[in-house]
């Protein structure tokens, strides 16, 4: 379901206040305006990353001979997203970004695992390759799974097989989705999108 909020950005349907939510906004900017509209873009990403439960931002820039820009803005909850769409940091900065923008705004919300990887289907931003999200994927999983099974097997020892595996994988999965794919798609960013 698309919303349309104040400032005239429309938006689907906010997601579940603890799941983690990926922004995002697609904007087209007037002939002759990318070097301001970089610019902008470059001081509201150091503005959001000290933003609290902010996972990281990306810009997936225009095809030659296109004007619209893509920003990816990906928070830990829905409250914090939020708190940022609420904020004055982000009104003073779309007061000075909207002069240099041509048509339409439109803001996606998108809930759950789907920040690990740009979500499939997604009209403006191409998934990564499928070897490439495996490889990511297994250079993350792998160290995390050894070690906690390091750190914890022992004091799991006496519980059940199917209750050890339920807990271990519980911990691996938390740790994924909150901690180290959060990281490692930012290490890996330039290598899954080239």
Not at 37 to 54: C, D, K, M
Not at 140 to 151: E, K, V
């Amino acid at each position: 379901m698309t919303l349309a909020n104040d400032s005239g950005i429309q938006a689907t349907q906010a997601p579940q206040p603890r799941d983690p939510v990926t922004l995002v906004v697609r904007r087209r900017v007037r002939p002759g305006q990318q070097e301001a509209f970089e610019s902008l873009v470059s001081g509201i990403s150091a503005t959001l990353a000290g933003w609290p439960g902010h996972l990281g931002t990306g810009v997936v820039r225009p095809v030659p001979g296109q004007s619209e820009y893509t920003l990816v803005v990906r928070f830990s909850d829905a409250t914090h997203a939020a708190s940022w769409e609420d904020s004055a940091q982000r009104a003073d900065w779309l007061a000075q970004v909207t002069p240099l923008l041509d048509g339409e705004t439109t803001l996606e919300q998108q809930p759950g695992l789907e920040f690990w990887f740009t979500p499939p289907g997604s009209p403006s931003l191409a998934q990564p390759r499928r070897w490439k999200m495996l490889v990511v994927t297994l250079l993350a999983l792998y160290p995390t799974s050894l070690l906690l099974t390091l750190l914890i097997g022992p004091a799991l020892a006496h519980l059940p097989l199917a209750l050890r595996a339920l807990v271990q994988a519980a911990l691996v999965v938390s740790l994924m989705t909150y901690l180290i794919m959060p990281v490692a798609t930012r290490a890996f960013r330039h290598w899954l999108r080239p």
